[in-house]
């Protein structure tokens, strides 16, 4: 497995020599629970049914667990779920590894624990090769965030928006009221005149576009090559690295 | 004091205690530490 650019590997490697226990509950209202008869009372009873689960416990009425699981922890759980699809032909790391992964760089630790799990269920690394790029920040070099308001939505890229309907756009679902008014005044001050249609051809064309263009110049491997066709296929832009 | 407070909906936020479940990583992070060639 190789990170590209390759300096990343001392990050991942510093992560796993000095990781720690891994707190796997959040407490949410948005996300995966854990498993029906993870339960929990006066004593915990854990089984992979809920009437496995009241067996264990002699019958007793049990109370699931209300927490739900670490995002991280599903997608590590990943590897589980390509082991239970396996035919009874094929071994589970038959699917592995994959050939790239495109991410940004903060979330090779958060992201570790997707290898770590895919070597004990299957064998295999998820992927050959994972390639790191930088991070699209806004003006002031805050990395964006959709509960920070501070994402670029391509929506209004494309349509024309006057200032009041950007300043609803960028302050809709976001998580803190400070946020809220941080991106208010953030619209009104920048944009106050809102922004004119550019049309959704020209973002289609410009953003793969310059991406090819960049990974052409700078390197012909294979994972720069994979960066120009992520670019391309989601037609999202992605700052290089 | 800072009291905290909900951004939503302004109601104290208090804190609660409960169980929490940890995961024993060390074991896997070393299969992953080997699959990294830098640590060769």
């Known amino acids: ?241 | 004091m800072v009291l905290p407070k909900s951004g939503r909906t302004g109601v104290v936020v208090e804190p609660m205690l409960t169980d929490q479940w940890f995961l024993e990583d060390g074991r896997l992070a070393s299969a992953g530490l080997a699959a990294s060639p830098a640590a060769r």
Request: hydrophobic share 35%; with cysteine; aromatic share 8%.
């Open chain 1, 1 to 241: 497995m190789k990170f590209f650019p390759e300096h990343w590997s001392s990050t991942y490697n510093h992560w796993l020599e000095n990781i720690q226990e891994w707190c796997i509950p959040r407490q949410l209202w948005w996300a995966t629970r854990f498993r029906p008869g993870t339960t929990r009372m006066e004593n915990i009873y854990v089984a992979r049914t809920e009437e496995e689960a009241v067996k264990k416990a002699g019958g007793k009425k049990l109370k699931r667990d209300e927490d739900v699981l670490d995002t991280w922890f599903l997608l590590a759980a990943g590897a589980v779920l390509l082991a239970r699809l396996a035919g009874e032909d094929e071994g589970p790391g038959d699917y592995l590894p994959s050939s790239v992964l495109v991410t940004g760089f903060d979330i090779i630790s958060s992201g570790s624990p997707q290898i770590m799990a895919s070597l004990h269920f299957t064998g295999q690394v998820p992927f050959r090769h994972c390639l790191l790029n930088a991070l699209v920040r806004d003006a002031e070099g805050q990395k964006m965030s959709k509960s920070k308001g501070t994402r670029w939505i391509r929506s209004t890229s494309s349509t024309a928006s006057n200032s009041a309907a950007l300043v609803k756009k960028s302050t809709t679902g976001l998580l803190l009221e400070e946020h809220r008014k941080k991106a208010e005044r953030y619209v009104k001050s920048h944009y106050p005149n809102g922004i004119p249609a550019f049309g959704a051809d020209a973002l289609r064309f410009t953003s793969p576009r310059s991406r090819i263009s960049r990974a052409r110049s700078t390197s012909t491997s294979a994972a720069a090559r994979a960066t120009a066709t992520s670019a391309t296929s989601c037609g999202t832009p992605r700052a290089s690295c």
